[in-house]
């Protein structure tokens, strides 16, 4: 089973987390922001993984660093729970629509992290939630995961669909990346032969 357990203490904060990428979209999230649950939730559910967070962060300050610690905790968990990335497929890509709003989203599982991140959020908040913790989160579990990501917003001007089209869309592209290629199952999808 393709799984991974991460703990992480900072003095900003305590987070335990816990990631299963055969899982089946189920989630229990505790980060103590109501937003960002939401979107932890739709991600596991859209990219068929099953997660647990649990975040005690200094959330009285404001959201950025249980966002950012835990996009770090979570690329933590994806990258060790891929292993050698045997049989993967490697590469996903979607183009999602939300109402208005149209993400694109492509992931290369390469080893090499590389984030372009082209969103354009008109406001500050959604709810409490600073919308430039969007990218924060993308940046962060990125360079734990060590895939390259591309995510584009094409359409839209309703922030909080912005941010939630992105979270699915990356779902999506995460789910088809980390699928198992029966043809290739024992095979490192790289002329290297590692990634």
């Known amino acids: 089973m393709r799984s991974s357990a991460v703990k992480r203490k900072t003095a900003e904060t305590d987070i335990s987390l816990e990631l299963n990428l055969d899982g089946a979209g189920k989630s229990v999230i505790a980060s103590g922001s109501g937003f960002l649950d939401h979107m932890l939730t739709l991600f596991a559910k859209h990219a068929g993984y099953d997660l647990t967070v649990s975040c005690k962060g200094d959330v ?46 492509a992931v290369d599982i390469s080893g090499r ?31 734990e995961a060590k895939l390259t990501l591309h995510v584009r917003q094409l359409a839209g001007k309703n922030s909080h669909h912005i ?5 699915k869309a990356v779902a999506r592209a995460l789910g088809k990346a980390t699928s198992v290629d029966e043809k290739r199952k024992d095979e490192i999808p790289s002329t290297k032969g590692v990634l």
Do not use: S
Not at 163 to 167: A, L, R, Y
């Open 163 to 167: 941010i939630e089209g992105t979270f």
């Open 113 to 143: 992290d590389y984030a372009a991140i082209g969103l354009d959020i008109p406001t500050a908040k959604v709810g409490d939630f600073d919308t430039e913790l969007c990218e924060e989160f993308w940046l962060a579990f990125v360079r």
């Open 60 to 105: 009285e300050v404001d959201y950025h660093h249980t966002a950012e610690d835990i996009g770090i905790a979570l690329g933590k968990a994806f990258y060790d729970a891929l292993g050698d990335k045997r049989g993967i497929a490697r590469y996903g890509d979607i183009i999602l629509p939300m109402d208005e709003t149209l993400i694109m989203a």
